[in-house]
C-alpha cells in the first residue's frame, strides 16, 4: 500500500528526548502483511491468531520496554508507541493487544525483584495481561470482601472484566481491596496471579476490538504472596517496589505509561485507514459527479489532507509525552504535576484527532466503507471502541489538565 505521506514527522530535535530505534519500528513494520493476512480470523475467533502472537514474540515485539536484564529490548517508551503504531497500522486490535501486553509486562518490573524473578526467571519470553480498575461490570470480589490476611501474603476470589491479552499471558495482574485507610475507605493494590491459579470467563460479545480477547478473569481463593502485591497509591506515586534499577526504564513514571500506551494504536488505526485510502479508495469514483477517481476531487483532496495532519497532530501529542516519560526516567526523577496531567489531556486528545483522521476517510470512501470485506470499516469499528476507554476519555483528561493548570487542589485522578 502507499505510503508517501505516511512517515512520522522528524521532531525528536525538537524535544530534546531521544527518538524511536528504527530497527525495532522496523520489525512490527515487517510484520504487516501477516497481521493483515490474520486480521478477519481473529476478529471470526474473537482472538489474536497465535501463528500473529507467535511471530511478535519472536521478533521480541511483546517485550520492547522490557529490561534488558530480563532479555527484553529495554526500548524507550517513544520507540514503544511507534512500534505498537506499526502493529496496530496493519489490524487495530492485534497492536491493542501488543500494547496492553507490553505495557502489562513492564508493569512487573515495578514490584518486588522476586516477583520478577517469578515471571521471567523460568520464561523469558513471558508475557502479562492486566486489569488495573477496581470497578466495572464484571467484578465481584467475595461480595463484600476482596481478600483474606494469611501469614505470608492473603488469599483471593474475585472476578475482573476487560481483560485484554489474557488468552496470551502467562500470569495477569488484578487489582484487589487490601486494606482500609482511617475513614474506612478501601485502599486498594494490584496482585499477580499466574495463568495456573486463574479461569477465563468468555464474555467478550462486542461491536469493535473483538479480537482483543478481552475476556472475565476468575480466582477463586487463590494465594498471593506478599512479594506479589504492590500499592496502586505506591505506584501512582512512583514509589516502586524494585530494588535493583540500573536501566532507565524501572524508572519511568507507572501512570503517564498506563496512559499514553493506549494513544498508540489510534494513531496506527487512522495510518491504516489512511493506507487504505490512498489505494483503493484513491480510485474510486465518485458516484453524480464527472469524477471518475476520488483523488481528482478537490473536496476529496482537502479532507485527506486534513486527515493526515490530524495524525500527524496525533503522534507529536504522544511522542511529547513520551519524550517527557523518557527524560524524567533518565534523570531518575519524578515527573512533575504539570507534566503527568499534560500527559493525560495529549492521550485524549492524541485519541480523538486519529479517530477524527478515521472518519474523514470513510467519507473519502463512501458508503462501500462499511462492507465487510473492506477493512476500513474493521478500522472505524475498532477505534470508535477503544478510543472509549476510561484513560484515553478527552474531556476528563481536559479536566484533568485545567484543573492542575488553574492550581486546584482537588484531583481527578491519582497521579
Known amino acids: ?150 501469614e505470608g501474603g492473603i488469599r483471593v476470589s474475585g472476578q475482573w472484566g476487560y481483560g485484554t491479552g489474557s488468552l496470551h499471558a502467562d500470569w495477569s495482574i488484578v487489582p484487589v481491596k487490601t486494606d482500609e485507610d482511617e475513614n474506612g475507605l478501601p485502599i486498594n493494590s494490584l496482585v499477580l496471579i499466574p495463568k ?75 495510518r491504516g485507514a489512511i493506507d487504505l485510502t490512498l489505494a483503493n479508495g484513491a480510485e474510486k469514483s465518485v458516484t453524480y459527479t464527472v469524477f471518475k477517481h476520488a483523488k481528482e476531487s478537490v473536496v476529496h483532496q482537502i479532507e485527506l489532507a486534513k486527515a493526515q495532519s490530524e495524525v500527524d497532530q496525533a503522534h507529536f501529542l504522544a511522542a511529547r509525552t513520551c519524550a517527557a516519560i523518557d527524560s524524567a526516567a533518565r534523570d531518575r526523577r519524578p515527573m512533575t504535576l504539570q507534566e503527568r496531567a499534560r500527559a493525560r489531556m495529549d492521550n485524549g486528545q492524541a485519541a480523538a484527532l486519529s479517530r477524527k483522521a478515521i472518519s474523514r476517510c470513510l467519507s473519502i470512501n463512501g458508503a462501500f466503507s462499511f462492507a465487510e470485506i473492506n477493512p476500513l470499516q474493521r478500522f472505524w469499528r475498532n477505534s470508535e471502541t477503544a478510543s472509549r476507554h476510561a484513560l484515553v476519555h478527552p474531556e476528563l483528561g481536559a479536566e484533568v489538565y485545567g484543573k492542575v493548570l488553574f492550581g486546584i487542589e482537588d484531583p481527578v485522578q491519582p497521579f
Open 1 to 150: 500500500m502507499s505510503s508517501a505521506v505516511q512517515e512520522a514527522p522528524t521532531m525528536d530535535a525538537f524535544f530534546g528526548a531521544p527518538g524511536p530505534d528504527p530497527e525495532i519500528v522496523a520489525k512490527a513494520r515487517a510484520l504487516q502483511p501477516l497481521i493483515r493476512e490474520f486480521a478477519a480470523q481473529g476478529e471470526a475467533d474473537r482472538r489474536v491468531p497465535e501463528e500473529v502472537i507467535s511471530a511478535m514474540k519472536d521478533a521480541g515485539l511483546l517485550h520492547i520496554s522490557i529490561p534488558r536484564r530480563w532479555g527484553g529490548y529495554g526500548a524507550n517508551f517513544r520507540t514503544f508507541i511507534d512500534t505498537v503504531a506499526e502493529v496496530a497500522r496493519a489490524d487495530g486490535a492485534t497492536g491493542w493487544v501488543s500494547a496492553l501486553l507490553n505495557s502489562s509486562t513492564w508493569f512487573v518490573t515495578l514490584f518486588s525483584d522476586q516477583a520478577q524473578e517469578d515471571v521471567f526467571g523460568a520464561n523469558p519470553r513471558a508475557c502479562v495481561s492486566a486489569v488495573l480498575s477496581p470497578g466495572g461490570p464484571f467484578v465481584q470480589a467475595n461480595s463484600t470482601k476482596s481478600f483474606e490476611r494469611v
Open 196 to 270: 495456573a491459579d486463574l479461569e477465563i470467563q468468555d464474555t467478550w460479545y462486542v461491536a469493535g476490538m473483538r479480537a482483543t480477547g478481552s475476556n472475565t478473569l476468575v480466582a477463586t481463593d487463590v494465594f498471593i504472596p506478599d512479594h506479589r502485591i504492590v500499592s496502586i497509591g505506591d505506584l501512582a506515586g512512583e514509589k516502586y517496589a524494585r530494588e535493583w534499577a540500573e536501566e532507565d526504564n524501572y524508572h519511568a513514571s507507572f501512570v503517564p505509561v498506563a496512559e499514553i500506551i493506549l494513544s498508540s494504536a489510534q494513531i496506527g488505526m487512522a
